[in-house]
């Protein structure tokens, strides 16, 4: 990275900006306005990594200006280890620089958003539901794991105690970056609890991931909606409750429909039906701005064939692979335990490298 006045003029204005957030945040006046605090912390992490690199690159900079000096006046073995430390502090500053490059690369317009997940059973039958709770099961433990906050807003329970529909946001400062690319056709090949020959069968879920916005980024004109309440049904189609609890949203200008029954209140499962509606809309509105970005629902998902694969789980090699970036992990038993940094390391690498081709 170049180290020319400008580039350091900016990055020195990027540290007052962060000293500047810091201070915000620690105002108690801040904490009354969940909107501006939610602003400011997505600021202060985005900043966060870029500072710290900065002010990395003074101290190197500083320690090399000393070396140096030094390094004329010195003679026999003190030379040697100042030619040493040289070198060492001239390698740090190429290498904070090109970490500095690609922290100043742009990012991800949603980085630093909460997550709304949907995934579905699709191609498969019953196994495919219940491939669709293995994976459910599989994000609640990374999300464990990372010190994320998982709420479930919708759940469609199958027959054999799969899962045809989970709807579920996950709340964490980088649950976007790593799980954006959880997008699409997830294969799964196993012998199902339902073969009674020990086959092994091939089978589906998809997975969506899309940004959580909220009313002040999108808004949405209640004329637009029509709302329809009814009672809230379990599998078999059998009323779960008495009241007309279940809240069925329709977006008219787009058509999109959001359906949310697991509260026991008309209110909350409104308001979360709003959540996915909201995120549903926002998405819809980007791909008619630009094509690229509908990577988040239909080019995610696709028709839930098999061939339309994103990844694939061999239960009997315990292994994982990722077709995209054509890594193989033989860990399947820790990856559905949550361990899932190592593929979420590997995928974040490869968007970064892409954007950084793109951006050339």
Known sequence: ???????????????????????????????????????????????????????????????????????????????????????????????????????????DPHEGRNVIMEIRGAEGGEEANLFARDLFEMYARYAGRRGWKLEVLSESPSERDGLNEVVFVVRGTDAWSRLASEGGTHRVQRVPVTEA????????????????????????????????????????????????????????????????????????????AMTVLRARVRKAEEDRRDLELSIQRRSQVGGGGRSEKVRTYNFRENRVTDHRIGLTLHKLDQILAGDLDQLTDALCADRRSRQLVEDA
């Open 1 to 107: 990275m170049s180290t020319e006045p400008n580039l350091d003029h900016r990055l020195a204005e990027l540290e007052h900006e962060y000293d500047a957030v810091e201070a915000e945040l620690a105002d108690p006046l801040t904490g009354s306005d969940p909107t501006r605090l939610r602003d400011l912390s997505r600021r202060h992490h985005e900043l966060g990594e870029i500072v710290a690199a900065w002010r990395s690159l003074g101290q190197v900079r500083s320690d090399l200006a000393i070396a140096r000096e030094m390094l004329e006046e010195s003679t026999g073995e003190d030379r040697q280890v100042l030619q040493a430390e040289v070198a060492s502090a001239e390698t740090s500053i190429a290498e904070l620089g090109e970490r500095l490059g690609a922290l100043l690369q742009p990012k």
């Open 197 to 272: 020959k020990g086959r092994v069968h091939t089978s589906a879920a998809t997975v969506t991931v899309l940004p959580e916005v909220d009313d002040v980024e999108v808004s949405i004109d209640p004329s637009d909606l029509r709302i329809d309440v009814f009672r809230s049904t379990g599998p078999g189609g059998q009323s779960v409750n008495t009241t007309d609890s279940a809240v069925r949203i329709t977006h008219l200008p787009t058509g999109i429909v959001v359906s949310m029954q697991d509260e026991k209140s008309q209110i909350k499962n409104r308001a979360k």
